[in-house]
């Protein structure tokens, strides 16, 4: 009994003090409305949908009927994470919301908890939707956005954090990127596809950190499908994402780019092909990224090129990296690093058809250690060094290349022990034509 009347006291306890979510107003908007109606209803709906977003509070929702609204909606408050502010269409992408000569469709300027679903965005002069400030735990979800000048949806400002951007549609053309963030941390992008802009399908520019970038479809953009560049990118997790190009116009030249970043995370099922230059590529001081578990196969220049004299410490493993000799993309080199030092290439990455070499290792690199990777049927060498020092080379198959398994040109210092180097259908297995080179058990 005295048992029963704890847990009864403590039921009612959890009641009192525990958050519920508060169901609010529901607000109607249609074309054929009127402000100075009460907005409770159909027949009394409003016309301006940014007349319902500036009297909305936690817990309210405002409902827009189909039809075309040329207006930019802004937030007077901001909701709370159990009772948002909901924007949404009546009816899925029927409700068009027309930038002619504004500066965004909606734009969000420190609020949070707002939600905003189902509408057609287009024609802004900057972006679609502008989140901004201190705006925070907004989520963007199943628009469809396309033809906003500058971007399809935009985050900017340092307070700007943990805002989700899910399941929707950003595509051009006339539309250079489909979202760009600045100075904004701890975002979800995921489930969106990206295609047909004039630059980039996602920007990531300065001060981002440990944003998620995942399972999204990126495609036919003209420059990079996702790229990262300034300072302070740092701790963002790629994962699950399908990013591919084509011949002619909207290319793709990169699959994933980055410019002085450090301490990312690329990997998980990454599928990346048929970019025009390079799969993934690293300029600059990129230091400490991670590239696991990917599968880059037949971009036109290289699978992973790390570019930088200060590429640095960074960790390629477990990835498939292949090419197709003979085909448009066939991917000249699977990795190719040039000036960087101390990365690890490890952990059974399987590197093949490359029509040159599947490893290319050049330009004053050093400390680089490569081992028990698979390494077979690229069309001149699986291995190919020139110009490096202090490497190390172990417990790697190499094998079936036509030129030769390992060829090392003007080199110092370089330690092979335990790799497996075999034919048939390999001329060589080693070449050298270098000093202070340590071979054993290979």
Not at 170 to 187: E, K, L, M, Y
Not at 382 to 409: K, M, Q
């Given at each position: 009994m005295k048992k029963d009347f704890f847990k009864l006291i403590f039921l009612m306890l959890l009641i009192t003090f525990?958050?519920?979510?508060?169901?609010?107003?529901?607000?109607?908007?249609?074309?054929?409305?009127?402000?100075?109606?009460?907005?409770?209803?159909?027949?009394?709906?409003w016309r301006s949908i940014n007349h319902a977003a500036s009297n909305a509070n936690g817990g309210d929702s405002v409902i827009v009927s189909n039809g075309y609204y040329h207006e930019q909606v802004m937030?007077?408050?901001?909701?709370?994470?159990?009772?948002?502010?909901?924007l949404k269409a009546y009816e899925n992408h029927q409700a068009l919301l027309i930038g002619t000569n504004l500066n965004s469709c909606i734009y969000v300027n420190d609020r949070s908890n707002i939600r905003i679903e189902g509408f057609r965005i287009r024609q802004a002069t900057y972006a679609g939707i502008i989140l901004c400030g201190s705006s925070a735990q907004n989520t963007i979800t199943n628009n469809i956005i396309n033809s906003n000048y500058l971007a399809g949806i935009c985050l900017k400002g340092k307070g700007s954090r943990e805002n989700r951007i899910l399941n929707n549609s950003?595509?051009?053309?006339?539309?250079?990127?489909?979202?760009?963030?600045?100075?904004?941390?701890?975002?979800t992008i995921r489930s969106n596809a990206l295609s047909y802009h004039d630059d980039h399908g996602i920007c990531f520019v300065n001060a981002a950190l440990s944003n998620v970038i995942a399972s999204n479809r990126i495609f036919y953009n003209y420059d990079n499908g996702i790229v990262f560049q300034g300072e302070d990118i740092e701790y963002n997790q790629i994962r699950g994402n399908v990013i591919y190009g084509k011949t002619g116009a909207y290319c793709s030249y990169r699959g994933i780019y980055f410019i002085n970043c450090d301490h990312n995370v690329i990997g998980e099922g990454n599928v990346i092909t048929n970019c025009m230059n390079e799969g993934i590529r690293f300029e600059g001081t990129s230091q400490s990224n991670i590239i696991v578990r990917n599968k880059i196969y037949n971009n036109y220049a290289n699978g992973i090129w790390f570019n930088g004299e200060d590429d640095d410490f960074n960790i390629i493993e477990g990835n498939i990296i292949y090419g197709e000799p003979g085909a448009y993309f066939d991917q000249n080199y699977g990795l190719f690093i040039q000036g960087g030092d101390n990365n690890i290439i490890s952990g059974s990455n399987v590197i093949y058809r490359s029509p040159y070499y599947g490893v290319y290792l050049r330009?004053?690199?050093?400390?680089?250690?490569?081992?028990?990777?698979?390494?077979?049927?690229?069309?001149?060498?699986?291995?190919?060094?020139?110009?490096?020092?202090?490497?190390?080379?172990?417990?790697?198959?190499?094998?079936?290349?036509?030129?030769?398994?390992?060829?090392?040109?003007?080199?110092g210092g370089n330690n092979l022990r335990g790799n497996d180097i075999h034919g048939p259908r390999q001329n060589r297995g080693l070449i050298s034509y270098c000093h202070s080179l340590v071979i054993s058990e290979s």
């Open positions: 525990l958050p519920f979510p508060v169901h609010g107003i529901d607000y109607f908007v249609k074309t054929n409305g009127n402000n100075g109606a009460t907005g409770l209803s159909w027949p009394e709906a937030f007077s408050n901001s909701g709370t994470a159990i009772s948002p502010i909901i950003i595509h051009g053309p006339a539309q250079i990127r489909g979202i760009c963030v600045t100075n904004s941390d701890r975002n330009n004053n690199t050093v400390n680089n250690v490569l081992s028990n990777n698979i390494i077979y049927s690229n069309n001149e060498y699986g291995i190919y060094v020139d110009d490096n020092s202090s490497d190390r080379f172990t417990g790697n198959s190499i094998g079936h290349n036509v030129n030769g398994g390992i060829a090392i040109y003007a080199s």
